[in-house]
């Protein structure tokens, strides 16, 4: 396919179509007529081989070739734009932009709430696709296919940039009534903590968390019996068992006062750790990516410091 056989006014009418998901919605959103639009999906259609857009119990959802679809071409008619008029300054409180960002669930509920808040009253029709980041983020980041990484990071790509958000430290959440506690007073030894089952939180499935490569140290073990992704489940197995978890002290706090649960320090020497932000050369000069990064850091330093 050559982009010169392309009329290019169909990408204008794929991001309406994507942002509405709904015929009718895009072509007042366009000041067309409904046919008009009807027309222009029926040609979308047909340059991409795909439905681009398909009707559901729960109305018109894109394909997942059309959702691939949807960031490059809301950035690149962004980035068109701003070259059109590269003097006109970025007005948050009109700008429409899809942004993709990568983050673990434990970041995601400690800092998305916040920035959520701040865009529905500064840039209302900025809208986020808040994904789960996996082994493979930081080649999403060099392949456009997401804007930010949230996470903790080791040796990054030379040409990324970075911003620290925010430190935490691991906490053990047990239930206040488990024996073991009961029976030490509600301190966590290390005995209790070597003889209970645990619950592993881990992004890869794979390898040794840094308890245990802390533990393996001084030749000591813990018996792992659950292994999940997921920073909610967990909460609910310790609330309904003897098992122990480990994870970030500020979301322990957070799941702590709902279900009755103790949080304690884990009975041995662990470090702080990092959470920051990342992303590629190609969005950093970007002025709608600029404005977002910046709001980021600035609600992180306030409520996250």
Request: hydrophobic content about 45%; proline content about 5%; charged content about 25%.
């Amino acid at each position: 396919m050559n982009v010169r056989d392309i009329d290019l006014n169909l990408l204008v009418f794929l991001d309406a179509l994507l942002r509405e998901r709904s015929v009718t919605k895009a072509a007042l959103a366009m000041d067309l007529s409904q046919p008009a639009m009807s027309n222009a999906l029926r040609r979308l259609r047909k340059l991409l081989g795909d439905p681009v857009l398909v009707r559901t119990a729960n109305g018109m959802q894109p394909t997942d070739r059309a959702l691939k679809l949807q960031r490059p071409v809301r950035n690149a008619l962004a980035q068109l734009e701003s070259a059109i008029a590269p003097n006109r300054a970025f007005e948050p409180a009109t700008a429409e932009r899809l942004f993709t960002i990568l983050i673990t669930d434990y970041a995601a509920s400690v800092l998305m709430p916040h920035v959520v808040g701040v865009l529905e009253q500064e840039a209302p029709n900025i809208a986020l696709n808040i994904l789960s980041a996996g082994s493979d983020a930081i080649d999403q980041i060099e392949r456009g296919e997401a804007d930010l990484l949230v996470n903790r990071f080791g040796k990054l790509p030379a040409n990324f940039h970075q911003q620290q958000l925010w430190s935490d430290r691991m906490a053990c959440l047990i239930r206040k009534d488990h024996p073991a506690l009961v029976e030490a007073n509600g301190e966590l030894t290390l005995e209790t903590f070597l003889s209970e089952k645990h619950i592993l939180i881990t992004q890869t499935g794979v390898g040794l968390s840094r308890i245990d490569e802390v533990l393996a140290d001084s030749g000591k073990s813990r018996q792992i019996s659950v292994l999940t992704r997921h920073y909610q489940l967990p909460r609910e197995l310790v609330a309904n068992s003897n098992m122990i978890v480990a994870l970030p002290a500020r979301i322990a706090r957070y799941q702590a006062r709902h279900l009755g649960l103790a949080v304690l320090d884990p009975p041995l020497e662990l470090p702080e750790f990092h959470i920051g932000m990342t992303w590629g050369a190609l969005d950093h000069h970007d002025v709608a990516h600029r404005w977002l990064r910046e709001r980021i850091i600035a609600i992180a330093r306030e409520h996250l410091s």
